[in-house]
């Protein structure tokens, strides 16, 4: 689709397009639903600011994809700074364990996928959940396919050490009910 720089038609147009997706996307990286839904609205907010100044080099879904990815890295960074004011102003005392409602709702993949680097994240979501080549999550990142392979290796490779040998590799997709990944990395094969 082409989209026409500070046209809100379009801009309507990208946001119904993407938005669904992003938010799968950003749901493996920050491993919580109401911590995607607030960065995917932000980058959006952010991509309506900038929208009269895109320029149409790229397409307009991986601008807005990279600026989601930017705002959810940035998201964890703070979430982790948080974290850690949290735990110097709690040292000492115990802490108060899982919230038995948030441990119902995350499965062990989610987990997983929120504890890989959010660049590794996305690409895995964005390879075996919505079903994208690496060529063109390449060209969504920016990045060489060989970059793109790496990712999905070390996806895999940290996906199998955290979730054992009872991961079948099975996850599901936005279009079919599972699919399952490779088991050993296959680095470049993946094109």
């Known amino acids: 689709m082409t989209y026409k720089p500070g046209d809100r038609d379009d801009f309507d147009r990208l946001y119904r397009a993407c938005y669904p997706r992003l938010l799968r996307i950003l749901f493996a990286v920050t491993g919580d639903s109401a911590s995607?839904?607030?960065?995917?609205?932000?980058?959006?907010?952010?991509?309506?600011?900038?929208w009269p100044r895109f320029r149409p080099e790229k397409p307009a879904e991986?601008?807005?994809?990279?600026?989601?990815?930017?705002?959810?890295?940035?998201?964890?960074?703070?979430?982790?700074?948080?974290?850690?004011?949290?735990?110097?102003?709690?040292?000492?005392?115990?802490?108060a364990g899982a919230d038995p409602a948030e441990t119902a709702t995350r499965s062990d993949l989610i987990e997983a996928l929120?504890?890989?680097?959010?660049?590794?994240?996305?690409?895995?979501?964005?390879?075996?959940?919505?079903?994208?080549?690496?060529?063109?999550?390449?060209?969504?990142?920016?990045?060489?396919?060989?970059?793109?392979?790496?990712r999905l290796a070390q996806a895999r490779e940290e996906l199998a050490r955290r979730?054992?040998?009872?991961?079948?590799?099975?996850?599901?997709?936005?279009?079919?009910?599972?699919?399952?990944?490779?088991?050993?990395?296959?680095g470049l094969g993946d094109a």
């Open 163 to 186: 979730l054992g040998p009872a991961w079948r590799g099975e996850v599901p997709t936005s279009t079919t009910h599972s699919v399952v990944i490779p088991r050993e990395p296959t």
């Open 36 to 50: 995607a839904e607030d960065c995917v609205q932000e980058a959006f907010v952010r991509a309506f600011a900038a």
């Open 114 to 150: 929120a504890a890989l680097p959010p660049r590794v994240a996305a690409d895995f979501v964005l390879r075996y959940h919505h079903g994208y080549n690496n060529r063109e999550i390449a060209r969504f990142d920016g990045v060489s396919e060989r970059t793109v392979g790496a």
């Open 62 to 95: 991986a601008w807005i994809h990279q600026i989601a990815i930017n705002t959810a890295i940035s998201y964890r960074r703070r979430a982790r700074l948080r974290g850690i004011g949290e735990v110097m102003r709690r040292l000492g005392r115990p802490g």
